[in-house]
């Protein structure tokens, strides 16, 4: 075998599609988890849409010139984490979901309504079900994995036929080899192993494959022998590796490509050995040549993408268009589109090169999963892909079978599908389109039917996607920068993650600076502006600072905690802080570590509670400067507690994962106790929905920040329910407004605001627009709600910090009727500034209620209360004009340019010229045999004197040879007609004021040519189309200061008036008359 064998592939090209080609218009997901997130077969294409447990379904090829319509298949309760299409069968679909389970569909044809529910149904896993494929040979076998285990389905009798349990972590990518008889898998115990099914259920062999635990993959080569793996070394470099499982102890060849903390996606083509790398995240594909018998990995080509890539796959090889030489096809999936990329090899002919498209694997299955498990290897019948000889025969599998379609859901075949209700056919249960994710800690989704039954009949949106938020389109704006504070300097911005890094109320901000001695500065939102570059006054703590409150029942005192374990209470003058201050007016002691979240009771005055790293948290009498109750139980750093908002109970979150409700005046040990958040790198909690629902934001296991929702009454049955966002290191912040039931929520150092409405019943979570800042923030807060401005329906106003400003952002509702006070959005408010009992009362057993307060402006009329308008009719605008006459239509056009031009009655700029003498006139060529200039005479336009005149539509036109002059003894000066001549003087005073005149084209000598004099562009407009159409005169007027010289050669372009609006031009001092035509 020769070694330097040249590749056919050397010079194949990857050609990124056309915007017309791209599947636009969608909402791609990036849900974390070891699947590709898109799948295609030869008709149809599936991928993660932006909504848990929901895929979108859109035709591979588009029929005609109609946009694919993209339609959506409710199949899960939680994240769906993989997919495959069967490779015999273009309709029929698997899915795996994080509600553990594996579900079959039947997909109609393109048209046609989707199913209500799955054809089958598999499960439930002990875990999520990670990775999910099809048998090559065999219809009707599945291969799953989930934890630490794989399972090899008969899906005709909804059985496992074995379990492969041998694995020592979590399995992260599994495959069949191409002829069905053995599969490998990778698993985060950094093994690659290779099993028998039908032998055994134990390893055949076993090897470790990559260093690094994070995210491995493998395919398998067209051969039975030989596989590729993806993953990372020692390093994080990303490598991938070539093995023959003939001598799995090393890799035959390896390949370092880079440092990234993005995962590999490996998609190969066994028919031509082409390997594509895919990057998620990335905006870049490469291509490599696998060839086992060399063996090397050898690069052919990479494809830079113009958006970040969320998954990819390949469009099976006999899609393909094999008459063009396209040997792959990639489609790549991003946020907004689906891309294909195709690969194509350059040849000088157009037909069917057979090296380039040997015979691929057929539609028929070699057997059925009961004939494969007896023994059989038989493989698939090949078939060519030369165009002439595709009579491929049609299989449908056993699996899900199609029903008959009825007269609900049936569609003539005439009518093309962008005819069709695009959110026709949208089939989901109530909670799945629009609902997070339900947790692992619950039971698994057992029900056999997905959803919502629809027909063509409910055509309406709320029905079919769920229900949706009032707030969807609400809009952040940060205020004008009149507002902001800014010069800041010396943050702190290494505060615990416990603290939210800064304080505010209505009145003032207290930020935590850097410099030595836990130093926080006082600014007065009152006083916006440029803070001076000399140090500020400052409350001097003497330790560093963890967390710090404002008391919101005193606007003057700040309380604030340090790491010596001590809480200290500071009084802030009225008129702010204008010197130092170095002793507080309380100092609160007690806990014996360092004190790390600090909140105020919401309705009881002088009640404080703080959180400690020696686990307990206690709560303080601030009258008397006591501790008087404490709160045992916890196991670890506890991540945040959050008062009721009745104030008669409190909640924690801790790092040993449990979330907990106490009733601080019954007992010092927890009411209840349920699982919290799986990862342990911080978390937050927040009392929402009048108090009968906790909100938790965290961590899962695989470092992806969620939200989880639990019900108040029933902790121990884990949460309601959980929304994945995105991965990130910062915890989430929560912020509620209890009036809208919207959170805010956003990490430091994050540029993205979440906003979502909660509800205490499925969906629970509407999401709305999300505000995002060009840079980021290292804190975001909300500010009471009477700083919101109601009258520009503001229903949130809030403080960012960012690294040298203090910024505010307000949230608003776009609304039609803004005159009105829009009561569905601002009901009325709790008075928090006011207490509703004593310290003393609410630790003697009493429950106060708070005061509420309108938020209605003086002399607005609520919108509930409005009368409603009569619905305008609007009319077509050819209706419109046809019921106008011609002169109307004119005079309309005409009152539209002189309002484009300005008032009439407005003088003009060369009304204040003063005369000009004649020694001011410059000549710009030497005089011609005759002076000749252009006067025009509007009778029938209303301008009767020189001041009223404007410049005429002839200069809104955009052509050459037709200007307008400068206000002069005559009318206007025009140059309109071709080849008569040029205007070739004008006074040097007004050419310096910047007026000027322009210079037509053509072959004819210019005399100011190079002069810089603007020429208007040329056109084809008609007089009639410029308002010309009036003019009864056009005659020849000479002034003596004026001079015309004819141009030589062929002249401008110019534009002649119609007939019959032209009189005989009469040349002053002859007695020639000339028709204007001969002109």
Not at 412 to 422: F, I, L, N, Q, S
Not at 533 to 561: I, K
Not at 782 to 790: A, F, N, Q, S
């Amino acid at each position: 075998m020769n070694r330097f064998k040249v590749s056919k592939f050397r010079h194949t090209e990857a050609r990124p599609p056309r915007r017309e080609a791209w599947i636009s218009d969608i909402r791609a997901g990036t849900a974390p988890s070891y699947g590709n997130h898109i799948k295609a077969s030869c008709s149809l294409i599936a991928f993660n849409s932006d909504r848990p447990g929901v895929l979108g379904i859109v035709p591979l090829e588009s029929q005609g010139e109609d946009k694919r319509q993209v339609t959506h298949l409710g199949c899960h309760s939680d994240l769906v984490t993989d997919l495959d299409f069967s490779p015999f069968d273009d309709f029929l679909l698997a899915t795996a979901s994080a509600d553990r389970t594996v579900k079959v569909w039947r997909l109609p044809a393109s048209g046609q309504a989707l199913p209500s529910g799955p054809g089958l149904l598999l499960g439930p896993e002990d875990a999520q079900v990670e990775v999910l494929q099809f048998h090559p040979t065999a219809d009707g076998i599945l291969l799953s994995t989930a934890g630490r285990a794989a399972k090899v389905w008969d899906a005709t009798k909804q059985q496992p036929l074995t379990e492969l349990a041998t694995h020592g972590d979590l399995v992260q990518g599994a495959a069949w080899s191409r002829d069905g008889a053995l599969l490998g898998t990778t698993c985060k115990d950094k093994q690659l192993r290779i099993f028998d099914p039908r032998a055994k259920p134990e390893a055949a062999q076993s090897t470790p494959a990559h260093e690094n635990s994070r995210d491995g993959r493998l395919v398998w080569t067209g051969t039975q022998e030989h596989l590729v793996s993806t993953g990372f070394n020692q390093m994080r470099e990303r490598e991938v590796k070539l093995w023959d499982t003939r001598l799995f102890s090393t890799a035959l060849t390896s390949l370092t490509l880079d440092t990234s903390p993005r995962s590999l996606m490996p998609l190969l083509d066994p028919d031509s050995g082409l390997l594509v790398l895919a990057g998620k995240g990335e905006n870049q594909l490469y291509c490599y040549e696998a060839a086992p018998q060399q063996p090397a990995l050898s690069p052919v080509t990479q494809c830079l993408l113009e958006s970040a890539l969320r998954g990819a796959a390949l469009v099976p090889r006999r899609a393909l268009a094999v008459m063009s030489c396209e040997v792959l096809r990639v489609l790549q999936l991003s946020d907004t589109a689906i891309m294909p990329i195709s690969y194509h090899i350059p040849r000088k002919t157009m037909e069917f090169h057979e090296d380039l498209f040997p015979d691929t694997a057929g539609c028929v299955p070699a057997s059925d999963p009961s004939t494969w498990w007896a023994g059989s290897d038989q493989q698939v019948q090949r078939v060519s892909l030369h165009p002439a000889r595709r009579a491929h025969p049609s299989f449908t599998s056993c699996l899900a079978l199609p029903a008959e379609p009825t007269p609900a859901t049936a569609r003539p075949a005439g009518t093309p599908v962008g005819d069709a209700d695009p959110s026709e056919g949208f089939s989901s249960p109530p909670s799945s389109l629009t609902s997070p994710s339900t947790p692992s800690s619950l039971g698994p989704s057992l029900t056999s039917t997905s959803g919502i039954g629809t027909s063509p009949s409910q055509r309406s949106l709320q029905s079919l996607l769920g229900p949706s938020s009032k707030f969807r389109h609400a809009q952040g704006t940060v205020l004008h920068r009149d507002n902001h504070i800014t010069n800041l300097k010396g943050l702190n911005l290494t505060t615990p993650g416990e603290s939210d890094g800064f304080c505010a109320n209505q009145l003032r901000v207290a930020v935590p600076l850097l410099s030595s001695g836990g130093q926080v500065a006082v600014l007065e939102l009152r006083k916006p502006g440029r803070l001076p570059d000399t140090a500020l006054p400052t409350l001097q703590n003497g330790v560093a600072v963890t967390d710090l409150a404002w008391d919101p029942f005193d606007p003057y005192r700040l309380a604030v905690a340090g790491e010596d374990a001590r809480i200290r209470l500071w009084r802030v003058p009225p008129e702010g802080l204008q010197e130092v201050l170095t002793t507080p007016e309380a100092v609160l002691t007690g806990h014996t570590e360092k004190i790390y979240s600090l909140r105020f009771h919401p309705l009881a005055a002088d009640i404080l509670a703080s959180s400690s790293y020696d686990l307990t948290i206690r709560i303080w009498d601030l009258k008397v400067g006591a501790e008087r109750l404490r709160l045992q139980g916890h196991r670890d750093q506890i991540f945040g507690l959050a008062w009721s908002p009745n104030g008669q109970q409190l909640a924690t979150v801790c790092k040993d994962g449990r979330l907990r409700i106490y009733e601080p005046r019954g007992s010092p040990e927890p009411l209840q106790e349920g699982p919290g958040p799986e990862g342990a790198r911080g978390a937050r909690v927040v009392w929402v929905c009048d108090g009968h629902y906790l909100l938790v934001s965290g961590f899962d296991s695989r470092s992806e920040r969620q939200l989880l929702l639990y019900s108040a009454k029933a902790l121990a049955g884990g949460p309601s329910a959980v929304l994945g966002l995105d991965v990130a290191p910062s915890t989430l912040l929560p912020s509620y407004d209890p009036d809208t039931s919207l959170v805010l929520l956003t990490g430091k150092g994050d540029t993205r605001v979440f906003l979502y409405e909660l509800l205490p019943e499925a969906p629970f979570f509407l999401e709305c627009n999300s505000f995002t800042s060009p840079d980021p923030h290292k804190g975001f807060i909300l500010l009471p709600k009477t700083e919101c401005d109601v009258r520009e329906v503001e229903f949130a106003r809030c403080l960012r910090l960012r690294q040298t400003s203090l910024e505010p952002v307000a949230f608003r509702l776009p609304r039609v009727r803004k005159e009105f006070f829009q009561d569905d959005v601002f009901p009325d408010t709790t008075m928090s500034w006011e207490p509703a009992l004593s310290a003393e009362a609410w630790l003697g057993g009493a429950n106060g209620t708070p005061q509420l307060l309108s938020l209605q402006p003086p002399g607005m009329t609520p919108v509930s209360q409005a009368p409603r308008e009569a619905p305008a009719r609007r009319a077509p605008s050819s209706v419109y004009l046809e019921e106008k006459s011609d002169q109307q239509k004119k005079e309309e056009l005409l009152s539209a340019m002189v309002a484009k031009l300005g008032n009439r009655e407005d003088p003009l700029p060369q009304d204040s010229f003063e005369g000009v003498d004649e020694d001011e006139w410059e000549s710009l060529v030497p005089p011609c045999t005759s002076h000749l200039s252009l006067k025009l005479e509007a009778t029938s336009w209303p301008w009767h004197t020189s001041s009223q005149k404007p410049w005429l539509p002839l200069s809104l036109g955009h052509f050459h040879g037709l200007w307008a002059l400068l206000q002069s003894p005559w009318i206007v000066c025009i140059s309109a007609l071709s080849g008569t001549g040029r205007f070739a003087s004008l006074p040097a005073s007004m050419r310096s004021q910047g007026h000027g005149v322009g210079r037509g084209e053509g072959s004819g000598a210019c005399p100011w040519a190079g002069s810089g004099l603007p020429v208007p562009p040329s056109s084809d407009l008609g007089w009639s189309q410029l308002g010309l159409a009036s003019l009864s005169t056009f005659s020849y007027h000479m002034p003596s200061h004026l001079a015309c010289c004819p141009s030589s050669g062929q002249g401008s372009r110019g534009l002649a008036p119609p007939p019959g609006h032209l009189e005989q031009l009469q040349p002053q001092g002859s007695g020639t008359s000339h028709p204007a035509s001969q002109t």
